[in-house]
């Protein structure tokens, strides 16, 4: 992890050297594995992480102090986070820009910057911590960690946890075609067959997966007050339905004007896949990490891994899905 003369060249998101002599120590003890994206993985608390992401993991745990009405977004990778970070920023946002098409942020700045990851972007710096007091509140932020890596701050306050994840089958895929179209550029691509196996075993970006899921679904049965858990799958097929739940859990609940008004319809195609995705901003713009927005919208359609996978490759994750799931009584 020494720095090189490519220092201006990689992008934030991949860039290894720039982490604490903490971080360091500890990535010394920890097991490691080939990278999906940056070179490395690293297994800290039963799970998977990048280099940079692991310095912003150990930053946040002992920076970050959730405040009782912040609003905190879960996600696996690949499993609709860009779609919720815009539903849940237009909901919260949605009495100061009422007129949704001529005024928003969303229709000039992506979901990702608007809503920031925890561990990837607000703590990721090892020289700079961010000063969260200025923001309004409700505040909104993001993160991949799992339960059991989430800052005790939020465990212990009464803030909102919303976890969505995403069918396995079409979370793979969806991971395997972002991280090679993000891969600097020169560099080999992941094969579909390497890539499956290493999710299969557990080794993807904050994986494993099953692990994952499960952390939140089992203490969403306890606290349902305090975690929303969503799946993908049901945002798809009922939008309307689960927005109103989403915003009734949020404390921002639609009153009946809104409703009469249209404002669930408007926020719905405010935020669809077919108007982000045609947004200039998302099909020129950069985030300030480094990735290109447009790298974020894709398909975003149920059942498109059958396009990709074996029927052996869908068999095996169907197994492994009831394996690790079916005991607790959890289906997608």
Not at 273 to 300: I, T
């Amino acid at each position: 992890m020494s720095q090189s003369n490519n220092n201006n060249v990689i992008p934030k998101y991949l860039q290894e050297y720039e982490v604490s002599q903490e971080c360091k120590d500890l990535i010394a003890t920890l097991p490691m594995e080939q990278g999906w994206l940056a070179t490395h993985l690293h297994q800290y608390q039963g799970f998977w992480f990048y280099t940079r992401q692991l310095q912003g993991l150990l930053s946040c745990q002992k920076h970050f102090n959730a405040l009782n009405s912040d609003v905190i977004l879960v996600t696996t990778p690949k499993s609709g986070t860009t779609w919720l970070k815009a539903w849940t920023f237009a909901l919260l946002n949605r009495k100061k820009y009422p007129k949704m098409f001529q005024i928003h942020p969303l229709l000039t700045e992506n979901p990702h910057f608007l809503v920031p990851f925890l561990e990837i972007n607000l703590y990721a710096d090892k020289n700079l911590l961010p000063d969260l007091n200025s923001l309004p509140s409700p505040r909104l932020f993001a993160t991949h960690l799992p339960y059991v890596s989430l800052p005790k701050s939020i465990i212990n306050s009464d803030c909102k946890i919303v976890y969505l994840c995403r069918n396995p089958k079409d979370t793979l895929v969806s991971l395997w075609l972002f991280t090679n179209k993000v891969k600097l550029e020169g560099s080999s691509t992941n094969s579909l067959e390497d890539s499956f196996k290493k999710f299969c075993n557990g080794v993807s970006l904050c994986g494993p997966f099953w692990d994952h899921v499960l952390g939140y679904w089992k203490k969403s049965l306890e606290q349902s007050e305090k975690i929303m858990f969503m799946r993908y799958e049901e945002m798809k097929k009922n939008p309307s339905f689960v927005l109103k739940e989403l915003a009734r859990f949020m404390g921002c609940p639609f009153s009946k004007e809104e409703e009469d008004e249209g404002v669930v319809d408007d926020i719905l195609k405010l935020c669809s896949f077919k108007n982000l995705s045609n947004l200039e901003v998302n099909k020129k713009g950069k985030l300030p990490s480094g990735e290109e927005n447009r790298a974020y919208f894709r398909c975003g359609e149920i059942g498109d891994s059958k396009n990709y996978l074996t029927a052996e490759m869908i068999e095996q994750l169907d197994t492994i899905t009831e394996e690790k799931l079916g005991q607790y009584g959890f289906r997608f």
